[in-house]
Each structure stands twice: as C-alpha cells, then as structure tokens.
C-alpha cells in the first residue's frame, strides 16, 4: 500500500514531499554529465552530502511553503491583502550612468533601491543623488521587478514597464504584463576577453526572448500561485509573510530569476509572477449577476516547447503541466474548481526530424513504473484522490505509449488513484465531440464524491474539493481542452443548481448568453496554454468556441497544425534555450565548458535546410529547363535527368538526416 500524506486541499501538508528545484537540481547537476555546468569547487561538493545540504539551506525561495495553521472561515479576510508586506505598485525608474534608482511613487518610503550597472549588485540608500547639468538621468515609470539573470560576466534586470488590468481574484486586482523591457548591468562587459563577450552576446539574445514571454499575471495584494481552497485554509501566521513566502513554487514564473533580490532582502519589490492564463466574464440569469473566473498556472518544473518537453522526468515532473481553476460567484456564495493536465508520466521522448509526425520512443522503459508512481503520489499528497483520464489513442504509436502508460498504473491503483482509457479520436472523431457524455458517465461518480470547495453567504467553508481529475493526451492541448471544457460545465451546472439559481432540469445551454460566454471563456484559456506551449492557438477550438465543428474552423487547424510543424522543426530549439536560462535550468558559468553555446562539429556545423531547400528548388528549376530544350537537342534530356537526380538526392539526404537540419536546443539537454 501506498503511503499518502494529507492533501492541501484538505489542510496542506506538513512539508512538501519534495524541495521543489533543489532536489530537481541535485541529481541533475551531480551527474558526471552535468557537473561541468558548474564551478569546479560546487561540484566537487555536490559528491559531499554534508556539503549538499548546507548549499540548499541556503536557497529560502526552494523551501514549500510553511505549515498551515488552523483554517480561517472568516471570508473577511480573504478580501484583504494576505501580506503584511504591501507590495510597491508603481516605481519610477533613474537611469543613472552608473547605476539603476527604483523610487516608488505609490507610499511614502524612507529608502531607495540603487543597481549597480557595473555588476548588479543592489542596495538601499536614504535619498536620491542630486541631478545637475552633467548628469541628467532619463526617467520613466516601471509597475514592478521580475527579478535578475546573471549571465556570463553581466547581469540583466528585468521590469514591467507597461501592464494591463484584465479582472480581480477574490476581490484583489489582476494585472497581466503588457511589456517587458531587460536593464543591462554590464559595464564590466568592456574589459572581457573577446571570447567571453562573443558569448555574452549570444546568451543575450536568448535573454531578449523574455520580452516576448506570453500570459504572465501578478497581483500586489494576493498570491495568484494559490488555489482559493489553499488561500482560505492559510493561517494568520503565514498571512504575515511576504507574498513570495507564501507562494507555490511550482507555479512561480519568475522563481530563479528573484534570488538576488531575496539574498538582498528586498521584500517589498519581490513580485511573485505566473504564466497561464485569465478569463473572465459576467452574465445575469434571472434576477442573479454570474461571475465565472478561469486561471491556469503553468508549472515550471518541466517547462518547454511541444517537441522538447515531453514527458517526465525521473523525479515525476511532467511536461506542460497545468493546474486550472474554475471560480463562481454568485448570490453571495464562491465556488471553486480544480483539474489538472500534463503529459503522460513516462520517459518518452518524440524529437523533430522533418517529418510530420516524429516517432515515439521511450526511454528507460523499466523506470517507467517508478516515475508514474513518484507523478502520482505527488499529486495526491497535493490535491488528495487522483482521476487520471487518458484520451491517447489505443492504436499506432500512440496506442504503444497509452498501453505503457496503462502498465505503469496498475501497480499503483488504489483508493485514492484511479485510471479511465478513453480513446478520444475513435470515439468522438473529428466533429462527434457531443459523445463525450460518454466519459462523463464514467467519472460522473467520481466528481460527485471529491466535489468542489464552496464558501456561503458569510464566508463559511460549506464543502471542500477532496479530489483532482488529471487529463492528458499527447500534447494535453486540443483534446485534452474539450474534455476540461466539459467537466467544467457539468461542474458549473452541479454548482449554480446547489445555490438555487438554477432548477433541478436547468442546464447552461438553456441561457444563450451564458452558455456562449461560458464557450468563449474555455476556448481563450485553451489558446492561451496552446500557444505558450506550442506557439499556435488550440486546434478543435471551434468546437469549444461554437459548441460544433465548423468549416472554418478545420481549416484554421490545417493552417495552425503546419505553422505548429514550422515552430517546431526550425523555431523551437531556441525558444526552448530562452526557456531553459529564464528558469534556472541552464545555469551559466565562467568555469563551463562553454561548448553548448558553439557551433557543433561534423555534419552539425555545415547542415542547413535553407541551403538545401534551395538547391533542390533550384535543381528542380533546371531539370524543368533543360527538358524543354531536349526538343531540339537530346543532349538537354541527359542534362535533365542530372539536375532531377541532383534535388532527389539532396532531398533525400535531408530526410535520412532531418534532424540534423532541425533547430534543436544547444544549453540544457534532457536528463534521459
């Protein structure tokens, strides 16, 4: 029998079952591969266990979140900042010649944040320098500190420089970040080596991708890492923390890059920052105003692009995992609804070769039963009973990976862990979506039972969610949206029935603007996670906008399936680097090996699908020349067939070699 600790939805465990980067960190980091990716002297250390756990007391951002104490009913003060440390809001920004001044404009402080451009470094000083005909400072205002990246010799400040209210959580505002804009502190940059600047220049323009980062969100008053269930169990010790404190690691976008700042102990500028997405609308039913909430907080422990994160890894992490909670507010109640997604637990990798649909290959196939046990147990220890619905197909490739994945789970199937196979594309086809009431007749008995956290007019604790039903498919995108739509609905209906406003026989689908805006609100939040994960919108997104597949709607999934195809073969490599430096999983340092960021040798340094892209189209173009003079002289048919071979064999060695020809990422490399 399994072990399983209390759940957080039920009161958060004592202690988090894992340290949530530092023991990622470890093995990987203390693996003879990976070792040259740090100075020699950490590690060697990595070798001594005493050593070790000093180097990770050190890291407080690492740490769970602290115990929670005895749950508050007390809806009161889930509407008032659950800091005592009042967040700055609006900061205004002095760029000096030789350093950055962070004054906030927002409260009367007694002390200014001052960054060195030289090397980063950060301090409070009591008054700002004085601004005089030499030296005039530009200025402009700034709603917020990501945090810092340190990279080969200098330092890079990220910021906020222009955001969006886009809605509220539990009565707090909702910004999402409009720009980004990256504060250089790199002046030492100009008596490097001509090497080390080569190199910073090329981590640089990983660095910039930054700025192009989608669906991050942050709130100065609440800690938008935390499921309303979790926020209205905190205890009033752990209220007095500050956000950053308080905050799922898991789900804490900007979780490296804020190290400096909380080595230099700058809480009131530590902004705790998810990526995922936000929706919201309102409608009235009868003589009732419906507010309907849907935030998805992407986790970071396995984060990636579509073809260079799949999986798991060995310590469980799964690619593109997503936690989405669904809010109702209404007649005075609030209702809240979890379900997770994420790829199947396995070590399976799928990588790029031109081709349109890559191969499957499982790594380790004997640690498979170890992994989905370590994914499993995690997430009960995290959200109580697990429901894992599996949408992969059950013939082909795919089916190969839905059988292991079935194999891996009997050993671990319990109470509080249960497995449905739903062969979503045989079943529903590509426009049958309806037959989906299927699969909800399978799990009907199980959402029933694990129910929904509920608060009542006066901020009771009426009924809390006890279970989480996990869904995936290959990507845990299209399919894996329509069937989270629907569960989400028959949840909503569960919901809206028990507080009065709707009868016994009342469905959404009765109330048209209800039931479109409730459609719009699935189909954004799906392609919001489909294009920070895959770089286009979901496909079957008709389907869950509209309620049936359209015309129009297949088309724009052939046109979103080949621009994924593109991202995927020749964008996603680099992206997946950016990726990789942002969070922490590619550390740089002066004593690496820095061969990653160089050109490979071999076939690698040479190969490139634009060049021989073209001299197949230009073989091709030839051949169709020298066939039309073979009219008046034969010689031209030879001629013909030379270039026509030409493209054919070119053609063909890019295929035999595609993924050579791909863009693949060169920092951090899988652990598989």
Same mark, same amino acid.
């Given at each position: 029998?399994?072990?399983?600790?209390?759940?957080?939805?039920?009161?958060?465990?004592?202690?988090?079952?894992?340290?949530?980067?530092?023991?990622?960190?470890?093995?990987?980091?203390?693996?003879?591969?990976?070792?040259?990716?740090?100075?020699?002297?950490?590690?060697?250390?990595?070798?001594?266990?005493?050593?070790?756990?000093?180097?990770?007391?050190?890291?407080?951002?690492?740490?769970?979140?602290?115990?929670?104490?005895?749950?508050?009913?007390?809806?009161?003060?889930?509407?008032?900042?659950?800091?005592?440390?009042?967040?700055?809001?609006?900061?205004?920004?002095?760029?000096?010649?030789?350093?950055?001044?962070?004054?906030?404009?927002?409260?009367?402080?007694?002390?200014?944040?001052?960054?060195?451009?030289?090397?980063?470094?950060?301090?409070?000083?009591?008054?700002?320098?004085?601004?005089?005909?030499?030296?005039?400072?530009?200025?402009?205002?700034?709603?917020?500190?990501?945090?810092?990246?340190?990279?080969?010799?200098?330092?890079?400040?990220?910021?906020?420089?222009?955001?969006?209210?886009?809605?509220?959580? @539990?009565?707090?505002?909702?910004?999402?970040?409009?720009?980004?804009?990256?504060?250089?502190?790199?002046?030492?940059?100009?008596?490097?080596?001509?090497?080390?600047?080569?190199?910073?220049?090329?981590?640089?323009? @990983? @660095?910039?991708?930054?700025?192009?980062?989608?669906?991050?969100?942050?709130?100065?008053?609440?800690?938008?890492?935390?499921?309303?269930?979790?926020?209205?169990?905190?205890?009033?010790?752990?209220?007095?923390?500050?956000?950053?404190?308080?905050?799922?690691?898991?789900?804490?976008?900007?979780?490296?890059?804020?190290?400096?700042?909380?080595?230099?102990?700058?809480?009131?500028?530590?902004?705790?920052?998810?990526?995922?997405?936000?929706?919201?609308?309102?409608?009235?039913?009868?003589?009732? +105003?419906?507010?309907?909430?849907? +935030?998805?907080?992407?986790?970071?422990?396995?984060?990636?692009?579509?073809?260079?994160?799949?999986?798991?890894?060995?310590?469980?992490?799964?690619?593109?995992?997503?936690?989405?909670?669904?809010?109702?507010?209404?007649?005075?109640?609030?209702?809240?609804?979890?379900?997770?997604?994420?790829?199947?637990?396995?070590?399976?990798?799928?990588?790029?070769?031109?081709?349109?649909?890559?191969?499957?290959?499982?790594?380790?196939?004997?640690?498979?039963?170890?992994?989905?046990?370590?994914?499993?147990?995690?997430?009960?220890?995290?959200?109580?009973?697990?429901?894992?619905?599996?949408?992969?197909?059950?013939?082909?490739?795919?089916?190969?990976?839905?059988?292991?994945?079935?194999?891996?789970?009997?050993?671990?199937?319990?109470?509080?862990?249960?497995?449905?196979?739903?062969?979503?594309?045989? +079943?529903?086809?590509?426009?049958?979506?309806?037959?989906?009431?299927?699969?909800?007749?399978?799990?009907?008995?199980?959402?029933?039972?694990?129910?929904?956290?509920?608060?009542?007019?006066?901020?009771?604790?009426?009924?809390?969610?006890?279970?989480?039903?996990?869904?995936?498919?290959?990507?845990?995108?299209?399919?894996?949206?329509?069937?989270?739509?629907?569960?989400?609905?028959?949840?909503?209906?569960?919901?809206?029935?028990?507080?009065?406003?709707?009868?016994?026989?009342?469905?959404?689908?009765?109330?048209?603007?209800?039931?479109?805006?409730?459609?719009?609100?699935?189909?954004?939040?799906?392609?919001?996670?489909?294009?920070?994960?895959?770089?286009?919108?979901?496909?079957?997104?008709?389907?869950?906008?509209?309620?049936?597949?359209?015309?129009?709607?297949?088309?724009?999934?052939?046109?979103?399936?080949?621009?994924?195809?593109?991202?995927?073969?020749?964008?996603?490599?680099?992206?997946?680097?950016?990726?990789?430096?942002?969070?922490?999983?590619?550390?740089?340092?002066?004593?690496?090996?820095?061969?990653?960021?160089?050109?490979?040798?071999?076939?690698?340094?040479?190969?490139?699908?634009?060049?021989?892209?073209?001299?197949?189209?230009?073989? @091709?173009?030839?051949?169709?020349?020298?066939?039309?003079?073979?009219?008046?002289?034969?010689?031209?048919?030879?001629?013909?067939?030379?270039?026509?071979?030409?493209?054919?064999?070119?053609?063909?060695?890019?295929?035999?070699?595609?993924?050579?020809?791909?863009?693949?990422?060169?920092?951090?490399?899988?652990?598989?």
């Amino acid at each position: 029998m399994l072990s399983i600790a209390r759940p957080c939805f039920a009161g958060h465990s004592p202690r988090d079952p894992r340290t949530p980067r530092s023991l990622v960190l470890v093995p990987l980091l203390s693996s003879p591969i990976y070792t040259h990716l740090l100075p020699p002297r950490f590690a060697a250390s990595l070798h001594r266990p005493r050593l070790l756990r000093l180097s990770l007391r050190r890291r407080p951002l690492h740490r769970p979140p602290p115990p929670l104490a005895k749950e508050n009913p007390n809806m009161d003060g889930m509407e008032k900042s659950h800091s005592e440390i009042k967040l700055y809001s609006r900061l205004r920004l002095w760029e000096f010649p030789d350093k950055y001044i962070f004054e906030p404009v927002d409260t009367v402080a007694d002390s200014y944040l001052s960054v060195s451009r030289a090397d980063g470094s950060m301090n409070l000083i009591g008054e700002l320098p004085q601004c005089g005909p030499v030296q005039s400072p530009n200025v402009c205002s700034v709603f917020g500190i990501i945090g810092m990246l340190k990279l080969l010799v200098g330092s890079y400040l990220l910021v906020i420089t222009q955001h969006e209210r886009v809605g509220s959580y @539990l009565g707090h505002p909702i910004f999402r970040v409009s720009t980004l804009r990256i504060l250089p502190c790199n002046h030492s940059l100009s008596n490097s080596p001509v090497e080390q600047k080569k190199m910073e220049a090329e981590f640089s323009v @990983l @660095l910039n991708a930054a700025e192009r980062t989608s669906g991050l969100f942050f709130s100065y008053d609440v800690n938008l890492t935390l499921c309303m269930q979790r926020l209205h169990d905190m205890g009033s010790e752990t209220k007095l923390l500050p956000l950053w404190r308080q905050a799922e690691p898991r789900f804490l976008w900007n979780n490296y890059m804020l190290e400096p700042l909380i080595d230099s102990n700058l809480n009131q500028y530590l902004l705790p920052v998810i990526q995922g997405s936000y929706q919201h609308f309102q409608a009235a039913i009868g003589t009732n +105003i419906v507010d309907v909430t849907l +935030i998805a907080r992407r986790c970071t422990r396995r984060t990636g692009t579509r073809m260079w994160r799949r999986g798991a890894d060995r310590d469980g992490y799964v690619a593109n995992f997503v936690e989405t909670e669904q809010i109702l507010q209404a007649s005075g109640f609030t209702a809240s609804f979890i379900q997770v997604r994420g790829s199947i637990p396995l070590l399976w990798e799928q990588i790029v070769d031109l081709s349109y649909k890559p191969s499957f290959d499982l790594v380790k196939p004997e640690e498979a039963p170890r992994v989905a046990e370590r994914h499993f147990v995690d997430l009960v220890n995290k959200y109580g009973s697990v429901l894992a619905v599996d949408l992969v197909n059950k013939h082909g490739s795919e089916g190969r990976l839905s059988e292991r994945f079935a194999n891996a789970m009997q050993p671990i199937l319990s109470e509080d862990i249960r497995y449905v196979q739903f062969d979503f594309h045989r +079943i529903c086809g590509h426009i049958h979506f309806e037959r989906l009431s299927l699969l909800y007749d399978q799990i009907e008995d199980y959402l029933k039972k694990h129910g929904y956290f509920i608060l009542n007019e006066k901020g009771e604790k009426v009924e809390e969610q006890t279970g989480v039903v996990r869904t995936n498919c290959i990507d845990c995108l299209d399919r894996t949206n329509v069937t989270q739509s629907m569960i989400g609905r028959k949840m909503l209906e569960s919901q809206l029935k028990r507080i009065g406003i709707f009868g016994a026989d009342d469905a959404i689908n009765a109330y048209p603007f209800f039931d479109a805006s409730f459609k719009i609100l699935w189909a954004n939040h799906g392609d919001d996670i489909s294009i920070q994960y895959s770089g286009t919108p979901a496909l079957k997104g008709d389907f869950v906008r509209h309620g049936k597949r359209t015309v129009q709607g297949i088309i724009k999934d052939g046109w979103n399936a080949l621009a994924r195809y593109y991202l995927n073969n020749f964008v996603d490599g680099t992206k997946q680097d950016a990726i990789d430096l942002l969070q922490g999983h590619y550390i740089v340092s002066l004593s690496r090996d820095m061969a990653p960021a160089t050109k490979a040798a071999g076939l690698e340094s040479y190969a490139s699908f634009r060049l021989a892209f073209a001299l197949v189209l230009a073989g @091709l173009m030839f051949a169709m020349m020298s066939l039309r003079q073979a009219r008046n002289d034969v010689r031209h048919l030879v001629f013909s067939l030379f270039w026509a071979g030409l493209s054919f064999g070119v053609a063909a060695f890019v295929r035999a070699n595609g993924r050579v020809f791909t863009n693949r990422p060169r920092l951090f490399r899988s652990r598989h």
